[in-house]
């Protein structure tokens, strides 16, 4: 007889203070302040080759301990207010299962993140490394809020700029 386990995934609770502030709260720890511009009504995933190369050649970057993040404006007609996921784990990493089991948690971190701080029209990429099967669920959400913030930040800049 199989026992399923249910993997216990740790809340992401957002408290909005003040004028469009919010802070980021993950198990009563306070991580991060951003503003909160662009709210994301919808995530999803991206599964065309093409948003990947076209995010590798134009995209912004940001290297972290466990992933590599890379974003870029990516948006398909007729659907506003998205954001889109797009995740990547090579055979670099380990076997199948270990390589599922850090696509699952990027996923699940990048979603919570993403839906809380994310800006809508933006494709974020996440290739994982190495160094991602090893890392508690504490530090790998505060590299998922650090690496989101640092591109969010270059994008408004560019945005300001253009």
């Not at 994301?40 to 290297?63: E, K, P, T, W, Y």
């Not at 380990?94 to 839906?115: C, D, F, M």
Request: glycine letters at 4%.
């Amino acid at each position: 007889m199989f026992v399923l386990q249910h993997w216990k995934i740790f809340k992401v609770t957002l408290a909005f203070v003040c004028e469009q502030r919010l802070s980021l709260y993950v198990n009563s720890v306070k991580l991060k302040w951003g503003v909160c511009e662009f709210p994301v009504s919808q995530i999803q995933s991206l599964r065309s080759r093409q948003a990947f190369i076209v995010a590798r050649h134009s995209g912004i970057f940001c290297q972290t301990r466990f992933f590599t993040l890379q974003a870029v404006k990516f948006s398909e007609p007729g659907i506003e207010g998205t954001s889109y996921i797009g995740l990547t784990v090579s055979k670099k990493v380990g076997n199948a299962v270990k390589r599922n089991r850090v696509k699952r948690r990027l996923r699940v971190a990048s979603r919570q993140i993403i839906s809380s701080i994310g800006i809508s029209g933006q494709a974020y990429i996440f290739i994982a490394k190495l160094s991602a099967i090893n890392a508690s669920w504490d530090d790998l959400t505060k590299q998922v809020i650090d690496a989101v913030d640092f591109v969010n930040r270059k994008i408004r800049q560019a945005h300001v700029l253009s």
